[in-house]
């Protein structure tokens, strides 16, 4: 299970970092991402990170919307992947999912293996 986290209000220009937990042993075999969908727009991918994380050796890849702006991370100690969101925009209000892949996806993810609920994300102008 994905349980993910940290979204509320906050004003433009603003910070906030999501959580995303997972259950049981195998985090560290799956590749983790991040999709949002705001109302009445599809769900649109955001972030990935490989298994290892940036720190390690890994691989990050971000939706161009986003990038310069957002940081996806993971402990895998602490099964948790993370989405420093900074310089938050009106237009980055949606919720946000966290999701796992078995393999890893170079570009934005089609779909997922596995699925979290969602955390809103409101940005105020």
């Known amino acids: 299970q994905l349980q993910a986290s940290g979204g509320g209000l906050v004003q433009a220009g603003g910070s906030l970092r999501l959580s995303c937990a997972a259950s049981?042993?195998?985090?560290?075999?799956?590749?983790m991402g991040w999709f949002r969908q705001a109302p009445g727009k599809e769900r649109e991918f955001v972030a990935a990170?490989?298994?290892?994380?940036?720190?390690?050796?890994?691989?990050?890849y971000s939706a161009d919307s986003v990038k310069g702006r957002f940081t996806i991370s993971r402990d895998n100690a602490k099964n948790t992947v993370y989405l420093q969101m900074n310089s938050l925009k009106p237009e980055d209000a949606a919720v946000y999912y966290c999701?796992?892949?078995?393999?890893?996806?170079?570009?934005?993810?089609?779909?997922?293996?596995?699925w979290g609920q969602g955390t809103q994300v409101t940005v105020s102008s």
């Open positions: 049981g042993r195998t985090f560290s075999t799956v590749v």
């Open positions: 999701a796992a892949r078995r393999s890893w996806y170079s570009g934005y993810w089609p779909v997922a293996d596995y």
């Open positions: 990170i490989s298994r290892s994380g940036s720190c390690s050796g890994g691989t990050t």
